[in-house]
């Protein structure tokens, strides 16, 4: 199964632990497990600021050591022109081996966590770009879906409703469609509000439109949902009820056939 990059990354840390405890390294990365933005990342920190303060703590620590080592030097020097050390001092000197084994590790695994570290970031910036892109397509959608369906619902004019009635373009409507589109147009229709109540009947009317638009399983009126709406809207549309320059297909008889075709736009296509 595949894992997530913040499982990547925990199971990672966790074999640098087991590969470093016996030179005494283990305990940066214990601080660092601790962390919890790293045990937890909806309870503490994000996973990029755990991984800078992990990249901190590994950095404290070879300053630490560097300091160590530089005094572990200067002991030796002191030793070597004729002083005599302490036991403490002389266990120090004796340590030299185990700073220098932890500073070369440490040297060698913090540039590998930095490039983890960066990766992560670029994943980071990647993925939060294409939610930013969604968001953005998903609200120019629902801007544009609003702004249609304002401008078809102009177009109900009564003349068109008339037509609908008798027929337009191979569609008929009963009274109870027609009276249906009549309510969505003055549910959704903000002209007569007084100012003081403009901006309860704007909300008003956003709540309709993408109630519509959102096909919702809810009443818009007393017997009427707007998923019923949206599908007669569907109709009117397949239809071509709102395109003024659609010319419906022409049936022509061909007498020598005797038989029936259909010629699309009178260009003398037949199918």
Request: glycine share 6%; hydrophobic share 30%; proline share 3%.
């Amino acid at each position: 199964t595949p894992h997530s990059p913040k499982q990547c990354h925990h199971r990672r840390v966790r074999e640098a632990v087991v590969s470093t405890q016996s030179t005494g390294t283990g305990r940066a990365f214990e601080t660092f497990l601790r962390m919890p933005s790293a045990t937890n990342p909806a309870k503490g920190l994000e996973m990029a600021e755990g991984l800078d303060r992990f990249s901190q703590v590994v950095e404290k620590k070879m300053r630490n050591l560097e300091k160590r080592k530089t005094k572990i030097l200067d002991l030796l020097q002191q030793k070597k022109g004729g002083k005599e050390l302490n036991s403490d001092q002389l266990t120090s000197v004796a340590s030299l081996s185990y700073v220098d084994a932890n500073l070369e590790q440490l040297r060698e695994f913090l540039p590998q966590f930095k490039a983890i570290s960066n990766e992560m970031e670029k994943t980071k910036k990647k993925v939060k770009r294409r939610e930013e892109t969604k968001r953005n397509e998903a609200e120019n959608k629902r801007v544009k879906g609003i702004l249609s369906t304002i401008h078809y619902l102009s177009k109900l004019s009564q003349e068109l409703k008339e037509q609908l009635l008798t027929g337009l373009n191979g569609l008929t409507l009963t009274e109870t469609e027609v009276t249906m589109l009549d309510t969505f147009y003055t549910l959704t229709d903000s002209s007569g509000a007084k100012f003081a109540d403009i901006d309860s009947s704007i909300e008003s009317v956003s709540g309709h439109i993408l109630g519509f638009l959102e096909r919702k399983d809810k009443e818009m009126c007393e017997g009427v949902k707007y998923s019923d709406l949206a599908e007669l809207f569907d109709r009117l549309h397949e239809h071509h009820v709102f395109d003024p320059d659609y010319v419906a297909p022409v049936l022509c008889v061909d007498t020598t056939a005797s038989r029936t075709l259909r010629w699309w736009h009178c260009f003398g296509e037949w199918g």
